[in-house]
């Protein structure tokens, strides 16, 4: 199947699913969808710099974050544009403000690849443990900063009031944003699964399995590894971005907690991490189970959960879910890739 | 005269305290085949590491075609021109003995400005290529389903699926039966008919002797004989070095 008719299919796939939410007329679907939806982004981006790499991300809740509050700041903007900026300036941040989610999530997207890019720039030399190590730093000094930074809140927090409804739709605004972040899986899961069977897919799978070998046949690895650390972050970015309109109220702690950490590793870990689809089935299955047990147990239960879970597929079965379905119906031969035929550009 | 096209000046390595390689000269010309010899840790593998930007070494000057490759990395110079196999293979494991040969052709034939092979293209030069060291049979196998020998004809196939105008070999007939070395040494001859200069790293003497054009030996990272074959094998020195 070509890249524009798995786009086409899985917006397909996602109507239906939609048109399924619709038909419970229950707003808790939508609230609940949405922290699964957005795992699913979250674990599809993880999983481009982790799963395809092999560079294992512990900073996730950072890109998250900075997707969150660059939202916070853009919609903080015209006040603070009224109170410094002279009238003529001032009217035309009046024009341009309230910026509408999807523009916020490309802006916070950009932010969170150019943080990506940076974080992939100072840690170019630094492998397995020595670069995992290097993102838990990038989280905790960018929380850091967040939390001195008065104008996003500081560790008090921002409050972000949530509208009624869209001005563009008369639908609830729980709704919208499911819908959004239900759009913003199929892009993520698309150009990850295009990454997978193009060019790009076999210089990271080198750079999984052996860069020295990588370089020695031509792959420009770091080159490839900046790519691949912009664009997971710009995605973990752009799930963020619509948060502090879904929780309403946005502190450092949530928007850094270690939930996000821990799901953007357990969710392609358990799902498996070779192809788009262990992410997706990862975060459906764990996010689903969370929502479940936070509800009916508790939301540290539900992380419990999780780290339970991660133990036991690290130990028992490292290639995730995927893996176990492959051992448990093999293919006659490995898997080629016949179809990249018709999509070589 | 034309310039060679491997210019080493004064190459040196050292491994902390260790000196692995010390001041090694070297010329190759192109269209050579050099055979490359020396007992184990003299350093042979060091040279190639050093050539190919693996390792950087701490003196000394390397030119490839001309231009200087000091400080240019490893897949900038495969790019130019040079590949090489490792010694202890190094296959791409998640991907199949076909797509092994995929990336070289994707990242370095592909990426010169004056070629653009298509997907069958590519597919029938992986195909060619496994052909001729007799791997075809296991196109969509894993690399851990090869046996050492066959990891060993798959590292020396993806070294020449990135068109190399250098290949180097470095000791790819070990545990070969006597008639698959002497099928690689014909193939190896082959490519060097097509133009491409080789150099030969092996401790099979009939193999290097029945490759070779001229013969160079390393001891303990010096140069200690560089000329004709048959002239150096009797050299009372090389002689020294080999029987301790
Ligand atoms: N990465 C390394 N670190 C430290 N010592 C090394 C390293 N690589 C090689 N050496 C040492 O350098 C010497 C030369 O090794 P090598 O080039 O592999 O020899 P050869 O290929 O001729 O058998 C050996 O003594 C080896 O132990
Ligand atoms: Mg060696």
Redesign the pocket.
């Known amino acids: 199947m070509r890249n524009w008719q798995f786009f086409l299919a899985a917006l397909a796939v996602s109507g239906l699913a939609y048109l399924g939410t619709r038909l419970i007329g229950n707003d808790y679907v939508y609230f609940a969808g949405y922290v699964v939806l957005q795992f699913v982004v979250l674990a599809t981006a993880w999983n481009i710099l982790g799963g395809y790499c092999g560079y294992v991300n512990f900073g996730s809740a950072a890109f998250f974050a900075i997707g969150a509050y660059s939202t916070v700041a853009l919609h903080k903007f015209p006040q603070l544009s009224a109170r410094y900026l002279p009238e003529t300036l001032n009217s035309v941040v009046e024009f341009i403000f309230p910026l509408s989610i999807p523009v916020m999530i490309v802006i916070g997207g950009a932010i969170a690849g150019l943080v990506g890019l940076g974080t992939g720039y100072l840690t170019l030399r630094l492998r397995g443990v020595f670069f995992a190590i290097a993102t838990l730093a990038l989280a905790v000094v960018l929380q850091t900063l967040i939390v001195n930074w008065d104008y996003v809140g500081g560790s008090r927090g921002a409050y972000i009031i949530r509208p009624n409804t869209t001005p563009y739709f008369d639908i609830n605004y729980i709704e919208y944003l499911f819908i959004i972040m239900l759009l913003l899986a199929v892009i993520a899961i698309t150009v990850a699964r295009s990454i997978e069977r193009s060019q790009l897919g076999y210089g990271f799978a080198t750079i999984r399995d052996d860069e020295l070998a990588a370089e020695a046949t031509g792959v420009p690895t770091l080159r490839l590894k900046l790519i691949a650390t912009t664009l997971s972050g710009a995605f973990m970015g752009m799930a963020g971005a619509p948060f502090p309109f879904y929780i309403g109220y946005l502190e450092p702690s949530s928007a850094f907690g270690l939930a996000y950490a821990v799901n953007a590793i357990a969710m392609p870990m358990i799902g498996g991490t070779t192809s788009w689809v262990g992410p997706l089935l990862g975060a459906i299955l764990l996010g689903t189970l969370q929502q479940v047990a936070s509800v009916t147990i508790s939301s540290a239960v539900s992380l419990l959960i999780v780290g339970l879970l991660l133990v036991f597929f690290v130990i028992i079965a490292p290639n995730g879910i995927i893996g176990l379905w492959q051992d448990y119906f093999p293919r006659k031969e490995a898997p080629a890739r016949e179809n990249s035929k018709a999509e070589a550009t | 005269m034309t310039d060679p096209l491997l210019q080493v000046e004064n190459l040196g390595k050292r ?1 902390g305290g ?1 000196v ?1 390689l010390d001041g090694i000269n070297l010329d190759v010309a192109n269209g050579e085949r050099l055979g490359l010899i ?1 007992p ?8 190639v590491n050093c050539l190919c930007g693996t390792l950087h070494n701490e003196t000394g000057a390397v030119r490839f075609n001309g231009t200087p490759v000091n400080g240019l990395l490893a897949h900038q110079r495969t790019h130019l021109g040079m590949a090489r196999s490792f ?1 202890l293979p190094r296959p791409f494991h998640t991907l199949t003995v076909a797509e092994n040969l995929r990336v070289p052709l994707l990242y370095t034939v592909n990426a010169r400005p004056d070629t653009s092979l298509s997907e069958s293209e590519i597919e029938d030069r992986c195909h060619e290529f496994l052909r001729l060291v007799s791997l075809e049979h296991k196109a969509r196998k894993m690399p851990r389903d090869l046996t050492q020998v066959e990891m060993r004809k798959l590292e020396l196939a993806r070294a020449m699926a990135a068109d190399p105008k250098l290949l180097i070999a470095d000791e790819s007939m070990a545990g070969l039966s006597q008639s698959e070395v002497k099928d690689i040494v014909a193939l190896l001859i082959r490519l060097n008919e097509r133009g491409i200069t080789i150099i030969l790293i092996e401790h099979i003497m009939s193999a290097v002797m029945s490759f070779s054009q001229r013969l160079v030996v ?1 001891v303990s990272g010096k140069k200690i004989a560089d000329g004709n074959p048959d002239d150096v094998i009797r050299d009372p020195e090389v002689e020294r070095a080999y029987l301790g």
Do not use: D, H, I, M
């Open positions: 491994f260790f692995a020396g184990n840790g003299s350093g042979k593998s060091t040279l010694q390393l």
